[in-house]
């Protein structure tokens, strides 16, 4: 499906009428459309015209903007904290795709599934929007038909639905929503601090400001690979944001691609990205359904339902992967028990979120009564997301490096140990290829048996004997069940650094002095620095 995404200041009430008004956003299956009528109980069916043919005026949003008309396109760089908000920064709608998730066994409105917005995780968006205005009736009547039923509630409901769509805002708007999973709590708090230091407000920036950017992904990249996903709704198609898939070590290409995305549009490209809605009812004098606490309890549902699902495929991922991570007989029950409380939870969800459905799809059920149903226990689930099983490393090993740019004239080191129960084997490679998984073998590291049961491997990779033809390096690790990981490792050649390190005896790491006529040993690193820092914080506090 084509998805959408959206960042809108604000929602105004945009056609008068003597019915309330609900804002609901877009989602791939709606049956809504200006001028339409539908029942948000009964997802995907149509209805036949219930309200007279009216002329469409088209109004700006922006002062300054001519209706009907591209306002100037912003761009935005924002963490994404929550499967919440990432649902309303694309202006997709929770209820809708709740919906026809439970209803309809039709998941296409569902976002970022793989995403579990944890702590092993970070999240960040860029996203353009250009709105071409709102457009709203100029009247609002019911057709003779419609008015025949007005006295006969269930059967004007069953002609008409409940609710009708009296404005709509159209624009163009597209998204990259990009993720790093598997991180260490240190590292995700570096992530957020260089982030922050940046672009901590989400406030619009200018596409061409790509420094700041580069930089960050830059870092970004040293913590593991980067996933992305692409959302576009109205302007050229899709497929032209095609290559930010295979290009997301190039971040001038990105925001290069998502700024062409926004050339020469038309109103012709826009599309419809949310609706003003009104009471059906309400224009016959009958007793208002409140779609609105419908909505409201099925989109709770939906989100709580979602993340209990991304929580549970991260723990079966855990099970699936044992060997690998070494997962004792007291953790895997734990783990198991909780997935069982995980697909408990969700029958729950489904079971409550059908009650509410057939409370208002039945004429003859009180309006207290399904807002008393209808009303979603805050507490509800609250305790499965407890954190009991936070600690297990997200990564079945540990894998700390850093790069030193100043030991010897003309020469940059990376140095770097990886630590685990059951590593096998571990290569150095170069000519790493993310998309194909290719990549040219260089050397295998030995690997020593630890006191404590664990396995180390340590080198230093000399970066003098690599072509930049051949980067990007990194290792594969072979897991003793025969499972492989690749870990990519970002490097920057740099001719000077901004003071001299490693010239006195006051370089000290963990109470060991470093000598700077010898090469380092891991055992003085190895528990001091996060992966990908460019040089060790201690080296660079030293006096």
């Not at 998502?258 to 003003?276: A, C, G, H, M, R």
């Not at 894998?399 to 990886?418: A, G, Q």
């Not at 490792?489 to 010898?518: E, M, Q, W, Y």
Request: charged share 20%.
């Amino acid at each position: 499906m084509c998805k959408i995404s959206l960042f809108l200041a604000a929602l105004f009430f945009l056609f008068t009428t003597n019915t309330k008004s609900e804002v609901i956003q877009y989602h791939p299956n709606s049956t809504a459309y200006i001028g339409g009528n539908f029942d948000p109980t009964k997802p995907g069916q149509f209805y036949p015209a219930c309200l007279k043919q009216a002329q469409i005026r088209a109004e700006s949003l922006l002062p300054g903007q001519l209706a009907g008309t591209p306002a100037s396109t912003q761009f935005y760089l924002k963490k994404i904290s929550s499967r919440e908000e990432l649902y309303r920064l694309l202006n997709v709608s929770l209820s809708a795709s709740g919906s026809y998730g439970f209803f309809s066994g039709d998941f296409s409105g569902r976002l970022e599934q793989e995403n579990t917005f944890s702590k092993e995780e970070f999240t960040w968006i860029i996203f353009g929007y250009s709105n071409f205005g709102k457009f709203i009736l100029d009247s609002i009547e019911l057709t003779n038909e419609a008015k025949l039923l007005k006295d006969n509630p269930k059967e004007f409901r069953q002609r008409c639905g409940t609710d009708f769509v009296g404005m709509e805002v159209r624009a163009v708007q597209a998204a990259a929503v990009f993720t790093i999973k598997n991180l260490a709590e240190s590292e995700r708090k570096v992530l957020e601090m260089s982030f922050n230091a940046s672009y901590g407000g989400g406030s619009p920036i200018n596409i061409n400001t790509k420094g700041a950017y580069s930089e960050f992904i830059k870092k970004a990249s040293s913590f593991g690979q980067i996933e992305v996903n692409i959302y576009a709704m109205g302007g050229p198609g899709v497929s032209t944001l095609a290559p930010i898939i295979t290009n997301i070590d190039k971040p001038d290409l990105i925001l290069k691609t998502i700024e062409k995305y926004f050339d020469n549009l038309t109103l012709n490209q826009s599309v419809p990205i949310s609706y003003n809605t009104g009471s059906l009812q309400s224009l016959v004098n009958n007793s208002e359904i409140e779609t609105s606490v419908y909505n409201k309890f099925i989109a709770d549902s939906f989100l709580t339902y979602e993340n209990i699902e991304s929580e549970k495929k991260r723990l079966s991922n855990f099970l699936a992967h044992r060997n690998d991570y070494n997962i004792s007989d007291e953790t895997f029950t734990k783990i198991n028990a909780k997935i069982i409380k995980a697909n408990n939870l969700q029958k729950i969800i489904l079971d409550n979120a059908l009650k509410c459905k057939n409370l208002f799809t039945n004429m003859d059920t009180r309006r207290e009564d399904r807002r008393k149903n209808c009303i979603i226990n805050s507490n509800f689930a609250y305790d499965f997301f407890d954190g009991e099983l936070s600690d297990i490393n997200p990564n079945p090993y540990f894998l700390r490096y850093y790069i030193v740019n100043e030991l010897l004239p003309d020469m940059e080191l990376i140095n770097f140990s990886i630590n685990s129960n059951k590593i096998q084997n571990v290569q150095t490679i170069k000519s790493y290829n993310k998309s194909t998984g290719t990549f040219v073998p260089m050397n295998s590291i030995k690997i020593i048996d630890q006191p404590d049961g664990s396995r180390l491997a340590s080198s230093t990779i000399i970066m003098k004997d690599i072509l930049d033809s051949e980067l990007p390096i990194g290792l594969r690790i072979e897991m003793q069940s025969g499972s492989t990981y690749f870990e990519p490792i970002v490097f920057s050649r740099a001719s000077t650094l901004s003071k001299d390190l490693f010239k006195t005896n006051s370089n000290v790491v963990n109470g060991n002095i470093i000598d700077p006529s010898k090469n380092f040993n891991i055992s003085n690193f190895k528990n001091s620095y996060l992966k990908g820092e460019v040089i060790p914080m201690e080296l660079k506090e030293a006096k």
